[in-house]
């Protein structure tokens, strides 16, 4: 590596690149002063930092980008990360991915609707929400309290929506609302979302105050139950101080290269959020560096900061995000280190939450037992996490199918249920059917559309195990393994072995493969038994174009039968409302041709 580049290195302010030999960036940093930070990945001296000793056994070359100052320096950093994703950086996932709120507000009658990109639109955006079951709760929550409009285009129409005949909505489309009395219910959902209850109920009492004055008493009841709602609401809130401040606390569990910040929200003295943010970090990664830059990558994509953030440690970099932060909330914003009182139960609130994500984590990670003896009596190198069964139902080979059903550690994963109806194969061979239903699931996984599973399990025995086998070889797909489960004695076969696994009955790994293939046999069963329905059901109508399910019950309810249909003429179908003289010869062409059909060959 050529150390004589240290010296054209500036002493100005930016942000620097560690490539590895393979010119990956590994590393991206920021420095107030660059030569002097590149010098010790670059000497020869025993450093105290065992990261900065990982990253100089890596380090092949280095690029650096100048900046005005050392907050132009902080925004840059965090683009580049999200950018090249470097290994050894803490990196916050699925940043790009969190749910806001967003509030309309640039639009006469704004709505509020749920949103992954924040623009410069005049709207207003609330979040990030980290867990999008609770936003979607929230979004629910304040379309019942608020009656804002839900439609996605705005339009004046005579008849107005469901939402407003349950007086979900104020019915701005009929005209009976002026903007600006939408805008005062507008401006009562934003301070609710913003976690200013109160400041909400106070602008909702003088609503109701003045209706009451002008003898509008039913708009006064409807005012009076919305505060209701409002106060019940602010009542589950948590009250940590009388005082009205906005305050967040962040806090970080970690385990190995795991790790969760949690992010604890006050506004207005209440707490009104608490969210879990997974982190990925490097080996040797300190707790300052990876508060510093979860701070750096969260509150880069909220739309609104608070006044005072608390933090466990000390920020090496410290006064350059507060200048940043201030930049971006328009306003100062403080880094506190709390030692005692409500700021340090704040904090203590927050490591809590932290530590209850990554415990929750951990356990996530951690296979069942059933699937970990299950991996060992098949003699896995891993736990069969992801197991999927596979099983054919049919009737002397007519409607013929092939089901997966899939289990995520050791439990149904419905979602990945897939049905196939068989197509290459005629007659009953159950062999055949079962190398097409693998050879078909294993290409949908293939192609994204289902996961790879470690273990697939065949419903049969030695044949349909190596009908299986081969469907595997040829579909190119690594990773899977793969066993069936006879019938008659339950026993377990796996390839490239003549006899049984001994694999004990009340073991819980069998209990686990008698579960699955119980369930695929169900779920098949179930399939061929809708499509043996529906084939029951069906007439020579369902085949013509233009004729639907009223169209068809129309025609047997007046004429009776299929065949009775097939010797009207054109005059006599077109008595039928809604049957043109173009769909009745249709019809006529179409079942005289099915009688013919059906006509025995001489």
């Not at 005005?68 to 803490?90: D, F, M, Q, W």
């Not at 005209?175 to 106070?202: H, M, N, W």
């Not at 609503?207 to 409002?230: K, P, S």
């Not at 169209?551 to 054109?570: D, H, M, N």
Request: net charge positive.
């Amino acid at each position: 590596m050529p150390r004589e580049k240290l010296s054209s290195v500036p002493t100005g302010p930016g942000v620097y690149l560690l490539r590895d030999a393979r010119g990956k960036v590994i590393y991206v940093g920021k420095a107030r002063n660059l030569r002097r930070r590149m010098r010790a990945y670059l000497g020869k001296g025993q450093e105290p930092d065992r990261k900065i000793e990982i990253l100089r056994r890596r380090l092949s070359s280095f690029d650096y980008i100048l900046t005005g100052s050392e907050t132009e320096a902080l925004v840059l950093e965090s683009n580049l990360i999200k950018e090249h994703r470097p290994r050894y950086n803490v990196k916050l996932k699925d940043d790009k991915r969190f749910p806001f709120i967003k509030v309309t507000t640039g639009e006469d009658f704004p709505k509020a609707l749920v949103t992954r990109v924040v623009r410069e639109d005049g709207s207003r955006y609330f979040g990030p929400y980290t867990d999008a079951k609770a936003m979607r709760r929230t979004l629910r929550l304040i379309r019942q309290i608020f009656p804002i409009r839900q439609c996605r285009t705005f339009r004046f129409r005579p008849r107005p929506c469901l939402n407003f005949q349950i007086g979900r909505c104020l019915g701005p489309c009929r005209g009976d609302v002026t903007p600006e009395e939408y805008g005062k219910t507008v401006r009562q959902l934003c301070l609710f979302l913003s976690g200013r209850g109160e400041e909400a109920i106070r602008l909702l009492e003088e609503q109701m105050r003045c209706a009451v004055e002008e003898f509008r008493f039913e708009d006064a009841a409807r005012l009076r139950d919305r505060i209701a709602d409002v106060a019940r609401v602010q009542e589950r809130q948590r009250v940590l101080t009388a005082r009205d401040i906005s305050r967040d606390a962040v806090a970080v569990a970690r385990h190995g290269a795991r790790a969760f910040a949690s992010v604890a929200r006050v506004r207005s003295g209440k707490l009104v959020a608490c969210d879990n943010c997974s982190l990925s970090i490097g080996p040797r990664t300190g707790k300052a560096e990876v508060v510093e830059t979860f701070l750096k990558q969260f509150y880069a994509l909220s739309p609104e900061l608070p006044k005072e953030i608390l933090v466990e440690t000390e920020l090496p970099d410290r006064d350059a995000i507060e200048r940043w932060l201030a930049d971006r909330a328009d306003g100062k914003v403080s880094l506190l280190v709390p030692q005692r009182g409500e700021k340090m139960l704040l904090l203590g609130f927050a490591r809590t939450n932290a530590g209850d994500a990554l415990r929750k984590d951990l356990q996530a990670r951690t296979p069942p037992e059933a699937v970990t003896e299950l991996g060992e009596a098949l003699r896995m190198t891993r736990p069969p996490r992801i197991l999927s069964a596979v099983d054919i139902s049919n009737i002397a080979g007519s409607l013929a199918v092939g089901t997966v059903v899939t289990f995520r550690d050791g439990r149904p994963d419905k979602g990945l249920y897939r049905k196939y109806r068989i197509r290459t194969v005629k007659g009953s061979d159950d062999c055949a059917m079962i190398r097409e239903t693998v050879a078909r699931h294993l290409a949908r996984c293939r192609s994204g559309d289902c996961e790879t599973p470690d273990l697939i399990l065949i419903d049969g025995g030695k044949g349909p195990l190596s009908a299986a086998a081969e469907a595997l070889r040829e579909s190119g797909v690594r990773g899977p393994r793969l066993a069936a489960l006879a019938k008659r004695e339950e026993e377990v076969f796996v390839p490239g072995r003549s006899s049984a696994l001994p694999v004990p009955g009340d073991s819980r790994a069998k209990k686990l493969l008698v579960r699955a293939r119980d369930e695929v046999h169900r779920f098949s069963i179930e399939y061929h038994r809708t499509l043996r329905d529906k084939a029951a059901r069906h007439s020579a109508l369902d085949d013509i174009s233009g004729i639907g399910a009223s169209r068809k019950t129309e025609l047997l309810k007046r004429f009776g039968s299929v065949p009775a249909i097939a010797e009207l003429s054109v005059d006599q179908l077109t008595e039928v409302p809604g049957i043109g003289c173009k769909t009745a010869q249709r019809i006529i062409e179409a079942l005289r041709e099915t009688k013919s059909d059906d006509r025995p060959a001489p």
